[in-house]
């Protein structure tokens, strides 16, 4: 079936650092990839997707390539901001699957 | 905009109490599910329905129960409510025709069970 592995966090950064989580998936044909963050006390929310291969996604600073040859999904942003603290989810989507398959979460901490 | 309402926030039940967790959204949106948020676990699918009359099983069903009968609903109900069901609830839409994987989620219930 479907997975999804993602970094283990917590992860703490300073402001301004240079932000990757990692994300691989397992699925059967094309799926379509996603990450969600949920900010403290409330429900997750896109932040971006792609949905073919070598699409990049992209939102808020925020990128993330979906690179199949390495079945790989990883968040990145250049330079942080305390407001990026969050728990970030990597999700898919299956062909024909009406449903969303998600990562266990990596909580981000920015400290001024 | 409203968006996914779900009610109550926070609840606290004893063993074998039964509850409904409320979940409406004003977007009309044909597809509305019902996920659980554990540490370590992130979320899994509980039930799920792709319009008004249909729902189906997500990856951990048991020990819930769901209907659909508008567009704008869909309760979760616990029957007989266990300490494994201590977890935090969220509800999530999204609109009908091919499933994109792009949720709107409600704001979620905790719910301890005692």
């Known amino acids: 079936g479907n997975s999804v592995t993602q970094m283990e966090g917590p992860v703490t950064l300073s402001e301004e650092a240079f932000l990757t989580i990692n994300c691989t998936y397992t699925a059967t044909g094309y799926p379509s990839l996603f990450w969600y963050v949920q900010y403290p006390g409330e429900g997750l929310q896109l932040l971006l997707k792609a949905t073919k291969a070598d699409d990049k996604g992209s939102n808020k600073g925020f990128e993330a390539t979906y690179r199949k040859e390495t079945t790989s999904f990883h968040l990145e942003k250049g330079s942080v901001q305390v407001s990026d603290s969050a728990v970030y989810f990597c999700a898919l989507s299956g062909f024909g699957n009406e449903k969303l398959t998600f990562g266990t979460g990596t909580r981000l901490t920015i400290i001024p | 905009n409203a968006g996914v309402t779900q009610t109550p926030k926070f609840q606290v039940l004893k063993t074998g109490q039964s509850m409904t967790l409320q979940c409406a959204q004003d977007m009309n949106h044909e597809y509305m599910s019902w996920y659980r948020q554990d540490p370590g676990m992130g979320l899994r699918l509980i039930h799920y329905s792709v319009g008004a009359g249909i729902t189906d099983q997500g990856e951990v069903p048991n020990g819930y129960n769901v209907s659909r009968s508008t567009t704008e609903d869909f309760p979760l109900r616990l029957l007989s409510a266990a300490p494994s069901q201590t977890s935090v609830y969220f509800c999530?839409?999204?609109?009908?025709?091919?499933?994109?994987?792009?949720?709107?989620f409600g704001e979620g219930s905790r719910l301890t069970v005692l």
């Open positions: 999530a839409s999204t609109m009908g025709g091919s499933f994109t994987g792009e949720l709107f």
